[in-house]
């Protein structure tokens, strides 16, 4: 249920967001579901842009390290009403920009559009 929970934070990390730096935590709400009942809950979640160099040429060796926002994560409890099953959903207690790790996040280059904040 939590990898539910992480997932349904991360696709609404992008949705309604404007152009904003820093990697920082931001509030948003989400629904946990439990005994057939759902409920919206108010958490944190890390969120903006890490500074990233692209250099003029990339060699086999020498890649740059990526960096993207991450943090601190703990769980709460949610009691549902009428439901004896407590619900858990992640929260960010502090956010950073943080070398990307393979194991658990695709570190790969995005093949869409990434939005720009530059103003030409």
Partial sequence: MQLVVMAA?????GAGQGCSFG???????ITVESCGSSESVYTTMCAGQCFQEDPVYIGHDNWPEQRICNGD????VKHI????VPVSYPVA???????CETGNTYCGRFPGDIPSC???
Avoid: K, V
Wanted: with cysteine; aromatic share 14%.
């Fill in 93 to 99: 207690r502090n956010c950073m920009c943080t070398a």
């Fill in 81 to 84: 009403t009428g439901c004896p």
């Fill in 73 to 76: 994560w703990s769980y709460e």
């Fill in 9 to 13: 934070m991360l696709a609404l990390a």
């Fill in 23 to 29: 990697c920082r935590p931001t509030n948003i709400s």
């Fill in 118 to 120: 530059w103003s030409y």
